[in-house]
């Protein structure tokens, strides 16, 4: 299986053309569970587990396609007690990401499709949206979002700055500083907790 998909047993990668019928293959031949996911969510995931109650404490925004698996990720995201509001659009299908286990090993294969798709105008700046954000305490933003809508991470920031409250981000992955320095420099002066790691930086 591993050979046919040019998967390494313990490695993170983009889906290519070659990846298409991997997602397939996967439910067919293997046992498999379904989460809701991605970086930032399954970080409000966590979030929402430790407050635990109230239930939808943690809010969380994002963009799905209308299919099966933007029903399964808004019924995964409520079983996890998470307020997610989705953006959902038909250009493309909702991303899924295959993690392949082997032994202590994990190889992902992320398609992220919609999760591309997010549009400011069309979901963060609805008032119901809105109204979500201006009652937040703390924000939290993965770096891998200014690739997408660099415009919403700002009014987000600018938002928590005005009244005081905390803005947190990720730097996510080398490539973001490297190729995405203008859009992340321009957010940083509103940041009050930054996340990074060994390979993470900004030198």
């Known amino acids: 299986f591993f050979l046919r998909y040019g998967l390494k047993p313990n490695d993170q990668i983009l889906a290519e053309e070659r990846h298409k019928e991997l997602f397939e293959e996967l439910v067919k031949k293997f046992k498999v569970e379904y989460h809701a996911g991605g970086s930032t969510q399954n970080s409000v995931k966590v979030a929402q587990w430790m407050i635990q109650s109230p239930y939808k404490a943690a809010t969380f925004f994002g963009c799905i396609g209308k ?12 079983e996890a007690h998470v307020d997610a509001h989705y953006y959902e659009q038909s250009e493309e299908p ?9 032994s202590d090993n994990r190889s992902l294969v992320a398609n992220l499709a919609a999760a591309n798709c997010y549009k400011k105008e069309k979901h963060l700046d ?21 690739t997408v809508s660099p415009e919403a991470v700002l009014k987000v920031a600018a938002q928590a700055s005005a009244n005081n409250k905390i803005f947190s981000l990720n730097l996510s992955a080398p490539f973001i500083s490297q190729f995405y320095k203008e859009p992340m420099m321009k957010v940083m002066p509103y940041v009050d907790v930054l996340f990074g790691n060994e390979t993470v930086s900004l030198t």
């Open 67 to 78: 299919d099966k698996f933007g029903e399964i990720l808004k019924k995964k995201a409520e």
């Open 94 to 102: 909702t991303g899924t990401c295959a993690a392949c286990i082997t």
């Open 126 to 146: 609805l008032e119901k949206n809105w109204k979500l954000v201006e009652k937040a305490k703390v924000y939290y933003i993965a770096g891998f979002f200014l």
